[in-house]
């Protein structure tokens, strides 16, 4: 059953104004609608790319966006700053209005947009509770019935009966996310807010969230920059860029799509050459970095049974006592592989001058997928001389018996291959 629906939503703003513009742009609106022709201002507007000087005093925050959830789906909405995710939930909300398009639903929404969005900071924790019970339209005795159990979910009981206004910022989270998790709406939305709370408080969350989709079968709209968790938790997921929908489907899919795609220095011929201009007197200059094969030829494409060289190429302007250059392999979604230091095998001091060193990563060691090198470089304790950067991405295919390529392959960030021995001991009597 489908339970919530968007067609062709929009929202437009006005830019460098509090409001919706001007008193001549609202009368020449009321005009178009009195002679039934359409806002002339829905004609004009820049897209929303944040980092272009504005060509107009309008700008669509999100555009011509359409998609249903069925009841029970955990949605993923993900996307970079701007992109217009807060927006979306919003409007999805009734916090705001749309623009253009409509939005049907069934059943009660309730949303957790920013820290503490719907309490009253002079009202208790307790208190806020039966507020926040009563505008999801839910009587007395229902959210007393539930009144321990998100107390007892959110850790605050020596707080509950303290004005909310003297919680910190993680405690009015885990309050809020109780309140709307517990209070058993249809409609479950839920924005970064998440990302304030602890580790233990957003595993706590994501597991609750979990049992209200697939236990409950209530619906969940999601928003997060830990794609981890999107996912994990997620049935489907659409992928937003400058206010539009440029990718919808399972949650495996968009992520690997919006990583793929986020505005970075990568580069798939194999070898990475930071921007030095700004860094003529700097102590280290990162001159290149490098992936080879193992006939030494540039690469990004490598089968799990070859090793991977990486090269480094860096300029000294003054001697350097424990310089230290770590290489760190990450997934797409930003875990961390492993970590290796330049210092863990040469630790002699270096005098001017450029240099070249090289890392050779094993065979047979890692999965089927996509990864990333960063690179940073210091003195412990001493100084920072490189920020970490991700300089490249390459990409690791592993191949059956028979020379195809595997097109699944076992869960774990690594594959190693090990040798496995199995010895009779005894014959069947």
């Known amino acids: ?49 944040r980092s272009l000087k504005a060509e107009s005093n309008y700008v669509w925050a999100i555009q011509d966006i359409n998609f249903e959830v069925r009841k029970g789906e955990v949605l993923g909405i993900i996307g970079k700053n701007g992109a217009g995710k807060s927006t979306l939930l919003k409007i999805l909300s009734r916090v705001t209005a749309p623009t253009t398009g409509e939005i049907k639903t069934k059943g009660r929404i309730a949303s957790l947009l920013e820290v ?137 899919e968009s992520v690997e799509y919006y990583l793929h795609t986020e505005n970075r220095k990568l580069t798939n011929t194999g070898i990475y050459y930071p921007d030095n201009s700004k860094h003529e007197d700097s102590e280290f200059l990162l001159n290149s970095v490098s992936l080879h094969n193992e006939k030494d030829e540039q690469a990004a494409l490598f089968l799990s049974e070859q090793k991977i060289k990486v090269k ?22 930003e875990s961390i592989v492993f970590v290796t230091s330049s210092h863990d095998a040469d630790t002699t001091n270096k005098s001017p001058g450029t240099y070249t060193s090289s890392v050779m990563l094993p065979s047979h060691f890692f999965n089927k997928g996509h990864y990333r090198i960063r690179i940073n470089a210091g003195i412990p304790n001493v100084k920072v001389l490189l920020k970490p950067v991700v300089a490249l991405e390459f990409e690791i295919e592993k191949l059956t018996a028979s020379g195809s390529r595997v097109t699944e392959v076992f869960p774990g960030i690594t594959a190693p291959n090990f040798n496995w021995q199995v010895s009779k001991i005894s014959d069947e009597t």
């Open 116 to 252: 503490g969005t719907g309490f009253h900071p002079e009202l208790t924790g307790r208190e806020n509770i039966y507020l926040n019970g009563a505008i999801l339209g839910m009587t007395k005795a229902e959210i007393r019935s539930k009144e321990q159990e998100i107390i007892d979910f959110s850790g605050c009981q020596m707080y509950v009966d303290t004005p909310v206004k003297r919680y910190s910022s993680g405690m009015r989270v885990r309050l809020a996310f109780a309140v709307a998790a517990f209070l058993e709406p249809d409609i479950l939305v839920i924005d970064e807010v998440l990302a304030v709370g602890d580790a233990e408080f957003q595993k706590k969350a994501i597991g609750k969230m979990q049992d209200i989709s697939r236990g409950d079968g209530r619906t969940v709209l999601f928003v997060s920059h830990n794609m981890v968790a999107v996912r994990d938790l997620c049935t489907r997921a659409i992928v937003l860029e400058h206010g539009k929908t440029v990718f919808e489907g399972t949650a495996e």
């Open 312 to 333: 480094f190429s860096y300029k000294l302007t003054k001697e350097m006592k424990d310089l230290r250059v770590n290489l760190t392999v990450l997934t797409n979604d």
């Open 1 to 49: 059953m489908i339970i919530l629906k968007a067609t062709n939503i929009s929202k437009q703003y006005r830019l460098g104004l509090v409001g919706t513009g001007t008193i001549s742009h609202d009368l020449n609106r009321w005009w178009a609608s009195v002679r039934g022709k359409e806002d002339p201002y829905l004609k004009v507007g820049a897209v929303n790319d």
